[in-house]
């Protein structure tokens, strides 16, 4: 089967875990981006006082290809920034979204450099 697609090995990769993301703070509220699973970027918002978790918004999701491996083709969330009433998330394939803090809709937008 392997040989029908072109490939003669099998080469199996095991990603290196990503840096953990610095939470952002505002207004008793943290905002984290756990590093639970490659395939959905999450933001997650969590009372700073009761720890409980008051929301989370799945950012980005990423389509895996089935012929290559999954842990190659994983993308964490590397930055969380304030910006006035939204939290500004970039990701290792360098793409950047606007997650808004009032409606929780996530916009995908260019990166500032």
Known sequence: MLAALGLSTLVTAKRVTPKPVDPVVANGVEYS???IDGRVGTV????VQTHKQLWSVEVFRVHLNPLREEDNQWVFITN?????????VRNEAAHCYRVDLKTKTVKRVKCAR
């Open 80 to 88: 969380l920034s304030l910006e006035g009433d939204s939290i500004l």
């Open 44 to 47: 997650v918002a969590t009372d």
């Open 33 to 35: 981006a756990p590093l």
